[in-house]
């Protein structure tokens, strides 16, 4: 509530909330970037974004930069090691990089590698299906969606 605006904001439940007033903490992040991360991903996947750094995923959402990012990661990522969201334990995708988020990770870096930009790659990862498909295939079937676009 400000003296020229009242404004109103809803979530999903109380860990929404508490990472909306946590994020809305960090220097450069309003209501506006604040609802943008927790609408670009769920509670549990923000944070462990936040908590293991993927400045890449969460520049990936509009409006979020590099530099916002990396703030975002530094001055949150140790106080939700602390204090996590939610159940009182760290979501799985804040443990070390190891399967699949490695895998991931591999991914990213070979394709922006190869000349795509780095936005368009997390959006082409995010497409394809969850499976347990070995690296190579999943490397193809990226290029193929990102020679489509």
């Known amino acids: 509530m400000r003296a020229d605006d009242i404004a109103l904001y809803g ?9 909306f007033e946590l994020l809305t903490s960090v220097s450069g992040i309003g209501p506006k970037l604040g609802l943008a991360l927790l ?3 769920g509670p549990a996947e923000l944070v462990g974004a936040i908590v293991v750094q993927d400045v890449a995923l969460l520049s990936s ?10 703030r975002v990661c530094l001055e949150l990522s ?17 443990a070390p990089l190891t399967g ?5 990770r591999e ?3 070979a394709l ?7 936005k368009d790659v997390l959006a082409v990862l995010r497409r394809l ?10 490397l193809k079937r990226a290029l193929a969606m990102l020679g489509r676009s």
């Not at 922006?112 to 780095?118: A, I, R, V």
């Open 112 to 118: 922006t590698n190869l000349g795509f930009p780095e």
């Open 129 to 138: 299906p969850p499976d347990a498909a070995p690296f190579g295939d999943r």
């Open 107 to 109: 991914l990213v870096s």
């Open 39 to 41: 609408s670009a991903m």
């Open 61 to 70: 959402v509009p409006g979020i930069g590099k530099k916002t990012a990396g």
């Open 11 to 19: 979530f999903d439940g109380p860990d929404g909330k508490a990472l």
């Open 78 to 94: 140790e106080r939700l090691r602390q204090r996590p969201i939610g159940s009182g334990e760290l979501p799985a995708s804040a």
């Open 100 to 104: 699949a988020a490695a895998e991931q």
